[in-house]
């Protein structure tokens, strides 16, 4: 167990809707990533937060949008969703910037 | 962009080390040297990092060459649940992403 909590493990919802998931870090983590994993593809990093604000920026949609709340936990939002959006959703935290990071078991997204 | 390179493939019977080797030519000074793996779907696993001197957990031993050329992370006894892709990835120590490339398929042979 890593200590990072992602919600929902899986979520099934159709094209053109908007979804959210969630995670909450280990206790004490300040930065918390996001990353994409579509079937046999690589891990895509897609934004990364750091104590409340947005630290870096990878390959994210502009429909994707994300943000990192004053308790720390994290939330990705999802919209307009497409069936090439099926993927598996990680997200990793670490206690700052400079430290290894450890990741959720992922949300499972299908749409439909 | 990847900064390093893997053998897209790896064998290793029970019991015997694994030695997954990486080349990350390009590596910075103040770049980092870590190792996760990912088994199956599951969300990727810390195994261990370096600077420059070995280091050893209780999970694997990372080998880093005099020119930190290269390293090799080594599981030293594997079992079938060490059957995972494992990534190499080089990070400066206060950088922001991980970059997950294709990593090595190690497969524990019984």
């Known amino acids: 167990d890593s200590g990072v909590t992602q919600t929902p493990k899986h979520l099934i919802t159709a094209t053109g809707q908007r979804v959210t998931l969630r995670c909450s870090p280990r206790s004490g983590d300040l930065s918390v990533y996001w990353y994409q994993q579509s079937l046999d593809q690589g891990l895509q990093f897609l934004i990364q937060?750091?104590?409340?604000?947005?630290?870096a920026k990878g390959n994210i949609l502009e429909r994707f949008s994300a943000q990192q709340f004053p308790d720390l936990h994290s939330e990705l939002n999802l919209s307009s969703l497409e069936l090439g959006d099926s993927a598996l959703y990680f997200c990793a935290s670490s206690s700052r910037q400079n430290t290894e990071a450890f990741f959720g078991q992922g949300t499972r997204l299908t749409v439909v | 962009d990847a900064k390093t390179t893997q053998p897209p493939s790896m064998d290793c019977a029970e019991g015997r080390a694994a030695n997954l080797p990486c080349n990350h030519s390009t590596i910075s000074g103040n770049e980092y040297v870590y190792w996760y793996r990912q088994i199956h779907s599951q969300g990727p696993q810390y195994i261990i990092h370096?600077?420059?001197n070995n280091e050893t957990n209780e999970m694997a031993s990372l080998i880093i060459t005099e020119d930190r050329k290269s390293s090799t992370l080594i599981l030293p006894h594997a079992t079938l649940r060490d059957t995972a892709v494992y990534y190499c990835?080089?990070?400066?120590?206060?950088?922001?992403?991980?970059?997950f490339g294709t990593g090595t398929s190690l497969t524990v042979i019984p």
């Open positions: 990835i080089v990070r400066v120590y206060s950088g922001n992403q991980f970059y």
């Open positions: 370096g600077l420059k």
């Open positions: 937060y750091y104590n409340g604000e947005e630290r």
